[in-house]
Every structure is written in C-alpha cells, then in structure tokens.
C-alpha cells in the first residue's frame, strides 16, 4: 500500500500530494496521513470524484484515511 503523511500541510498540498499518488500508483490502494479536517475532507471527496471508496479511522491526534480504488 502506497502511503503519504500530509501531517502539518496547509491546503491545497494535501490534496495535491494525494493527486500524485494516484497519478503514479493507478489501481493501487493509497493510506493518507492527516491531522486536519478540511484536509480530510478535500481529500475525500477528491477520492470520491475519482472513484475510490473512503475508509477514515482516527489514530490518536490524526487520521488515517484508506483509499480503494
């Protein structure tokens, strides 16, 4: 599983980091690393928009979101 930790990144790199990761790993599942909302947000529905079904557990302070293609 290909995974990105966007910890501590200011919108739009979230969803710019988890873009390429689909671009390059097509078909692959991707786990995001996110401790922020409006990032967990914008990278689900961008998951969504392309398709991928979104699992999101929360790990202490932060979030794991699983994405499947």
């Known amino acids: 599983m290909i995974e990105r930790d966007v910890r501590g990144l200011s919108c739009p790199l979230p969803v710019v980091k988890t873009k390429k ?6 078909g692959k599942p ?5 401790d922020s909302e409006t990032s967990k947000g914008n990278v ?14 929360k790990v202490g302070d932060y979030y794991r979101l699983t994405l499947t293609p």
């Open 44 to 57: 689900t529905r961008l998951a969504q928009s392309r398709g991928y079904k979104v699992e999101v557990e």
């Open 21 to 26: 990761a689909m671009d390059e790993n097509p």
């Open 30 to 34: 991707i786990a995001i690393l996110t």
